[in-house]
């Protein structure tokens, strides 16, 4: 093995870190504002990534293209979901918010399947394929498209719930959701937005990763384990920790990947279990 | 006075008719769908003494189910260990994992610890898959036997297994009566209800959920041994994916946590429906029977979160009390 694969693999693991990250991202975000784990996370990106392959198929448009409509179709989704059932379960006991989400989960991969059977598809020769090389080092375009779109995508998220008025609101509610509705905000409202927002996160990274990953019924799955494990790591409800810790899920991914591919996700799940019981709260938490 | 004679005559009853099932329905189908039953009532009652009443939620206990059907296949096929034995190994070998895998994670508190769960069971599977000596993804077929009861199978008829399935649960479910009004029992709901209360109060956290997943260990994979000696074939998609381990939960969540009669009440409902959705709705890859199930499951969420044994309670008091408060045992995962 060279130290020239080694660089090579530790530049595919931080890109896909990126977008690792921005899933990871509206996830945390769900949980800082109400404590509520999306199960159903994976099943928002087979959906995001369904619509863009269909945007592409029906009507001809690249998936940079359809980035735009998938997000807010997402964003969209997210605000029915907290509407139609999230937030009937805002006092409930964790485990029925638990499976509240999980049967979402199973129903909307199994409509997914029965609509656009199990298939694998992949969109051909989007505008960005191929590869480049930046220094001696193969990059495939799509997915440094996908980790700098993801990247900016992030950027925008932070700027929002840092610096605009909304933002700082929704940060309100879910530090105090009484206090911030004393102060006269409507945290119903938050909490739609932050459902909807959160969804939109996984708009985007569908759309980007339908340019270099097959669409499939199933495909939810691997990304929402990978993005329960990030925001533990990063610490439930911090969502600029979701950033490193979603590079250093992609890092670590790929260094196993390199020594052993089968355990490539044994080494994520266990570099997770060795941080939290460090650090039970993750690495950026606080309890 | 009346009502617990009532329930008493109730439980004899249910008894006597679980005793006689096979004597009325002599089809192997209906018998099945009642292993099934007995089978994930018991590992429903087995997370339950865990998630339901210490309140720690697992959703990795499908670790101890494949645990327990590894160990007696593999004694049984290496040293033609009869599978009796090998459930008890497997039980053993199951506590041992369960404390190796508790002392750490019982450090970490609500979600932290279910995804720790999650983790380790998808690490294991991941091992199992590529454990080649064990069978990988190929899974083991257990050698076929003379029938016997030593060698714990029966080929003919499925009478043998819905009587041993029934008596494995009887066992469980006497044992958890037992735990529940024992004072462990009382004090895994302390520490369900308020971790640094109990704490206080100088009950060794660490000592009780110890116990707690110890006990669910060996059931679960006594649940695993029986799994494997019926269906003679495992690989590791079949007995530790993520789905049974959320499956077990399920049907204690649906059943109602933290009650003696929760796991069996879910499992007597779920079983059968999700049998009956697969059956009518299945087969055709189409998946509808799994669109019923998930559309099922955010209905009992959404409006009977304390599960059906609240349902009942809430009947049982006349209906008098409408806005009843769930009951605490609904709250667990907070400690």
């Not at chain 1, 059977?117 to 191929?130: C, E, H, I, K, Y």
């Not at chain 2, 998630?51 to 327990?68: D, M, R």
């Not at chain 2, 459930?87 to 895998?101: D, E, K, P, R």
């Not at chain 2, 590529?130 to 080929?155: C, M, Y």
Request: aromatic share 14%; charged share 10%; net charge positive.
């Amino acid at each position: 093995m060279t130290a020239e694969i080694v660089v090579q693999s530790l530049v595919s693991g931080l890109l896909m870190g990126f977008v690792y990250a921005l899933i990871a991202a509206g996830l945390s975000l769900i949980f800082g504002l109400m404590e509520i784990v999306n199960f159903a996370h994976g099943e928002f990106l087979m959906l995001a990534m369904f619509a863009t392959f269909w945007a592409w198929t029906l009507g001809h448009l690249d998936p940079l293209v359809a980035l735009p409509g998938s997000t807010a179709l997402l964003f969209l989704l997210g605000v029915v979901v907290y509407k139609g059932v999230i937030s009937r379960i805002l006092a409930a006991p964790m485990l029925a918010q638990v499976f509240a989400t999980f049967g979402l989960a199973v129903f909307l991969r199994s409509a997914a399947q029965f609509l656009w059977t199990p298939d694998f598809r992949l969109v051909q020769n989007p505008w960005v394929s191929g590869r480049l090389s930046l220094f001696g080092i193969f990059v495939g375009t799509p997915q440094l498209t996908a980790a700098l779109a993801a990247l900016a995508a992030f950027g925008l998220l932070y700027w929002f719930i840092t610096r605009t008025e909304t933002g700082l609101a929704l940060q309100a509610t879910a530090q105090d959701r009484q206090a911030a509705a004393l102060m006269g905000i409507d945290t119903e409202r938050m909490f739609a937005l932050g459902w909807g927002i959160g969804a939109a996160c996984v708009g985007v990274s569908g759309a980007l990763l339908v340019n270099f990953f097959y669409v499939f019924p199933d495909v939810g799955s691997v990304f929402a384990l990978l993005a329960y494990v990030t925001v533990a790591l990063g610490g439930f409800g911090n969502v600029p920790a979701t950033l490193a810790a979603g590079v250093l899920v992609g890092l670590v991914e790929v260094l196993v990947g390199l020594w052993a591919p089968a355990f490539k996700y044994v080494g994520v799940f266990g570099l997770y279990l060795a941080v939290v019981v460090w650090r039970p709260q993750g690495l950026f938490g606080k309890f | 006075m009346r009502a617990r004679r009532l329930r008493v005559a109730l439980g004899v009853a249910l008894g006597l008719a679980l005793l006689a099932y096979p004597a009325v329905f002599t089809r192997p189908y209906p018998r099945d769908i009642m292993i099934k039953i007995f089978l994930y009532a018991l590992l429903a009652q087995a997370w339950n003494l865990l998630g339901g009443y210490c309140g720690q939620i697992s959703l990795g206990n499908a670790v101890f189910f494949g645990i327990g059907a590894y160990t007696s296949s593999a004694l049984l096929m290496r040293w033609e260990l009869s599978p009796w034995l090998g459930m008890l190994a497997g039980m053993g070998l199951a506590v041992l994992v369960s404390q190796a895998i508790g002392f750490p994670c019982f450090r970490l508190r609500g979600h932290y610890f279910a995804i720790a769960t999650i983790a380790i069971g998808e690490i294991v599977q991941t091992i199992m898959i590529n454990w080649d000596a064990l069978g990988g993804a190929r899974g083991l077929s257990l050698p076929i036997k003379p029938e016997t009861f030593v060698n714990f199978q029966f080929h003919r008829a499925k009478w043998p297994y819905y009587y041993i399935a029934l008596g494995l649960f009887a066992c469980v479910f006497a044992l958890t009566a037992l735990v529940e009004r024992s004072r462990p029992g009382y004090y895994f709901r302390a520490i369900r209800e308020d971790a640094d209360a109990a704490s206080s109060l100088g009950i060794p956290l660490a000592r009780y959920k110890l116990a707690a997943i110890a006990l669910s260990a060996a059931f679960t994979a006594l649940g695993g041994s029986f799994y494997a000696q019926y269906v003679l074939f495992i690989d590791p998609e079949s007995v530790f994916p993520l789905s049974l381990s959320i499956l077990i939960c399920l049907v204690a969540v649906l059943g109602g946590v933290g009650t003696l009669w929760g796991p069996f009440l879910g499992a007597v409902i779920l079983i059968p429906l999700s049998e009956a959705t697969r059956v009518y709705f299945g087969g055709t890859g189409k998946a509808v029977d799994l669109m019923i199930y998930g559309a099922l499951i955010v209905l009992v969420a959404v409006f009977q979160p304390a599960g059906l044994a609240g349902l009942l309670g809430r009947l049982g008091r006349g209906g008098r009390r409408p806005s009843a408060p769930l009951p605490a045992a609904a709250r667990a995962g907070t400690g």
